[in-house]
């Protein structure tokens, strides 16, 4: 993509009512506009980067059985009256409206009692199960504070996936999946090393649910951690009985900032018992169906990434989510030929190239925006690199650069 024609520019400030790291180096690069307080729009940066993070989660919940479909962001009161959700006491971060003919609607905050709505229409025995249905579904809660960027939005897209099983064998052998597809989400992006599984409260019918925390500055949790178990423990459940479980004393775990980037949750048959969920089995008689459900935040984990990765000079982005791969700088008051003709050739082979071919721009800002952007290689070619043997090249880390013949750009690119 030629940074000419990208609309967005980038900023020496972010707006003054911006308190977080991370919206703050979102908007000055450009990825992100924020609406209003906990309102964000994703550019066509931004948006490269959210797909990308998709892409890796897709493909691991694909790997597992998932089944991708959309549900509606407009649902049903009675959908959730079934359940105790409806009311504003039970659920607090409920926006709802009204049709023309003043039948209430509530705008999706969640999506667990649609999605067994829908999934009851299709299932009746045994041989129908196990269904595993996702989604990347933008999510609307009123939520009380809006401090964190993209962090916590009032509205964001997640990924949500719900798991129907026969029984609890069938259901734990899923939830096993997840927490390895979880883990291999997380190293996919870049931070999985400092994201754990952590022991959170559980539900009716479980003593705990998992939650994947990372550590971060920004964050608003705190959990215990155990890094010789690779453990963390929820403050809402670290007590003696917890303890004694898990088999940990008290003073070997280590408070720490995190924020969570997806949870998991054991329902076993509570909720389908509230909704009236079943199937038959080969005896023919009725069954409550085994419900889990799993999430990860998309926009969070973006968030989370610029908090981690970035330096007092812009963003670096892991290379799985970068929005491009190469930054092409070409300086000069005439873009040199030399750099259309790399552009050519790197878009050619396949690989992603924001090329910054703006004409009446000093360097020194062309540079600044590069590292503002963070995009992994920066090229430059310039009339002293093509006098020096080619064009240079600089990794979004290092201080030093190399020169690379042109013809060797591409080959340097794809083993960089
Ligand atoms: P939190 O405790 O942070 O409020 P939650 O327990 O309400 O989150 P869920 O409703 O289970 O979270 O949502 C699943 C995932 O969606 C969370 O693990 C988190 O990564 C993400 N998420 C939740 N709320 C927000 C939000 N307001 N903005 C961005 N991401 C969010
Ligand atoms: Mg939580």
Redesign the pocket.
Known sequence: MRQSQLFTKTRKEAPSDEVAKNAQLLIRAGYVYKVMA?VYAYTPLGLRVLENIKRIVREEMDAIGGQELIMSSLQKKSTWEETGRWDDDVVD?WFKSKLKDDTEVGFG??HEEAVIEMIKQHLSSYKDLPINAYQFQT?L?N?LR?K?G?????E???K?MYSCSIDSEQHEAFYEATIQAYKKIYNRIGIGEDTYMTFASGSAFTKFSH??QTICDAG??TVFLHCGKNIAINEEVLNDQTLADLGIARDELEAVKT?????I?NFGIQKSEDTDFTFTNDKGEKQYVHLG?Y???????M?VVVEKFSDDKGIVWPESIAPFKVHLVALGENIPAEAEQVYTELTAAGIEVLFDDRTGVMPGEKFADADLIGIPHRIVVSERSLKNGGAEYKSRTSTESEIVALTDIAAKISHA
């Open positions: 906990g971060v905050w969640s999510k809660r939520e809006a964190s993209i962090i916590r939005g009032r964001f897209i997640m949500d939650e994947f608003e949790d924020v969570e980037v997806g949870n949750f459900s999430g990860i935040g998309i926009t969070r984990v968030g």
